[in-house]
């Protein structure tokens, strides 16, 4: 059974940092492309960013851009999101999401959802 | 970016109704608009992709149709376990943006 499972969440000051992992199993991990996707409280779904099977290409949100790097580590079937300069608006549930095979752009498998709260 | 637009923003229905739910895109999409299904506290779930074609595992009274800017999503006798939150997603150029929503509560 295909599985994602996020990790790395918690409360952080604005300004800080914070690594999020999502680690795959059940698929084939090394031939597909991820994303991150979030959703603040109470609020819709936002794309967040993608990256490619071996991660030479990548795009982000405007939102993130420049604060926010993805990864990921094909040999540890892991997808990374690192977050600097974190800000208020910044606070949500954080899922990875993998794209169907047989549509680019649509997400068949989801984590679980990581909680981010950023507050003094 | 490309604006997406559902309507309405919520319904309420019984169960056996059917409902249509709607998304508009701000500019032609073709046919690439994914619909999921959300329910409180977990992830969303892949129902169509590609405007009309059934994801695997979802049953057969749920469909979609449409292209170009205007999609409907059609529930055609809605069961107790459809009722959650529904979004539509564009995959036609990045950012992959979704609407807002649409919440079906039990009338």
């Known amino acids: 059974e295909a599985q994602l499972l996020e990790s790395g969440g918690g409360l952080v000051q604005p300004g800080g940092s914070l690594r999020l992992s999502c680690a795959a199993s059940g698929f084939s991990f090394n031939n597909s492309e991820m994303n991150w996707v979030r959703q603040a409280p109470g609020k819709g779904l936002e794309w967040l960013s993608y990256?490619?099977?071996?991660?030479?290409?990548?795009f982000y949100a405007d939102s993130v851009q420049g604060r926010f790097t993805i990864s990921r580590d094909n040999a540890k079937n892991s997808l990374y999101l690192q977050m600097n300069s974190l800000r208020g608006e910044d606070t949500a549930v954080y899922y990875c999401?993998?794209?169907?095979?047989?549509?680019?752009?649509?997400?068949?498998?989801w984590g679980q959802g990581a909680p981010v709260t950023i507050s003094s | 970016d490309i604006q997406m637009t559902q309507s309405p923003s919520s319904l309420s229905a019984s169960v056996g109704d059917r409902v249509t739910i709607t998304c508009r895109a701000s500019q032609s999409i073709s046919i690439y608009l994914n619909w999921y299904q959300q329910k409180p506290g977990k992830a969303p779930k892949l129902l169509i992709y590609?405007?009309?074609s059934l994801q695997s595992g979802v049953p057969s009274r749920i469909s979609g149709s449409g292209s170009g800017t205007d999609f409907t999503l059609t529930i055609s006798s809605l069961q107790p376990e459809d009722f959650a939150t529904y979004y539509c997603?564009?995959?036609?150029?990045?950012?992959?943006?979704f609407g807002q929503g649409t919440k079906l509560e039990i009338k």
């Open positions: 999401a993998r794209e169907t095979l047989r549509a680019a752009g649509a997400f068949d498998y």
């Open positions: 590609g405007a009309s």
């Open positions: 990256i490619s099977t071996s991660g030479s290409t990548i």
């Open positions: 997603q564009q995959s036609y150029i990045t950012p992959g943006t």
